[in-house]
């Protein structure tokens, strides 16, 4: 059973926009933090944003002004929201729920969603 729904890739032109959208299973109680990761051909993923549970969002200076990331903690959700998207942001893009408690009282630390695509290209 997949635990974490992405969803939003795609391709799209330099200095466009996409809205990537990650949905954690109605199994999960409770998600410490939530966030984005990517990873290029060739290169180590790394994080693109991420956002605690008291709201508070972190990234990288490579996407600050361009990327937002917010979450709805009653469906257990993440978004990104990227915007003036330059080629060099071609990744697969990984959702990553950490310190995640399951109704059933199951812990994990980290949960990984099975990525989607995300081409800039003209």
């Known amino acids: 059973q997949v635990q974490l729904v992405e969803s939003g890739g795609g391709l799209v032109q330099p200095g466009g926009s996409l809205r990537l959208s990650c949905a954690a299973s109605?199994?999960?109680?409770?998600?410490?933090?939530m966030g984005w990761y990517r990873q290029a051909p060739g290169k180590q993923r790394g994080l693109v944003a991420s956002?605690?549970?008291?709201?508070?969002?972190n990234s990288p200076d490579s996407v600050k002004g361009r990327f937002t990331t917010s979450r709805d903690n009653a469906k257990n959700t993440v978004y990104l929201q990227m915007g003036s998207l330059k080629l060099e942001d071609t990744a697969v893009y990984y959702c990553?729920?950490?310190?995640?408690?399951?109704?059933?009282?199951?812990?994990?630390?980290?949960?990984w969603g099975q990525g989607t695509q995300v081409t800039v290209s003209s």
């Open positions: 956002v605690a549970g008291s709201g508070s969002p």
């Open positions: 109605e199994s999960i109680f409770r998600i410490n933090a």
């Open positions: 990553n729920a950490a310190g995640v408690l399951y109704s059933d009282g199951r812990v994990y630390s980290s949960l």
